[in-house]
């Protein structure tokens, strides 16, 4: 059974930085990318970044609002994908969730999504 395990959320300043990490379990990296989406309270879902499957080289793509800010990384050895997020802002406050996507070739979108974790909660504030 496919599960996503999100962690690392938490309190965090404005400007400072957060490392989540999404543990896939059951299924295989090769075929499958990974991508992490954001819901801010009152507002709909944005895919933020992907990572394509090793297949595919494991390419990255992010979404302008954090392009320059937010890295995604996979440790393959270890089947963690991990996003280091820095320089961060009220408005990256959210519940940020991991999902398996059949294909990442731009930020993501909910339709490309085949399993979601439960999501862990980031609150930038002083």
């Known amino acids: 059974q496919v599960q996503l395990v999100e962690s690392g959320g938490g309190l965090v300043q404005p400007g400072g930085s957060l490392r989540l990490s999404c543990a896939p379990i059951?299924?295989?990296?090769?075929?499958?990318?990974v991508g992490w989406f954001r819901q801010p309270p009152g507002k709909a879902r944005e895919g933020i970044t992907c990572?394509?499957?090793?297949?595919?080289?494991?390419?990255?793509y992010y979404a302008d609002s954090v392009k320059g800010r937010f890295t995604l990384s996979s440790d393959n050895s270890k089947n963690i994908v991990s996003l280091q997020m820095t320089k961060v802002e009220f408005e990256d406050t959210a519940v940020y969730h991991c999902a398996s996507l059949r294909r990442c070739a731009g930020p993501p979108g909910d339709p490309e999504a085949d399993h979601w974790g439960t999501g862990t909660l980031v609150i930038v504030s002083p």
């Open positions: 059951g299924f295989n990296r090769d075929r499958y990318a």
């Open positions: 990572i394509s499957n090793t297949t595919g080289g494991g390419t990255t």
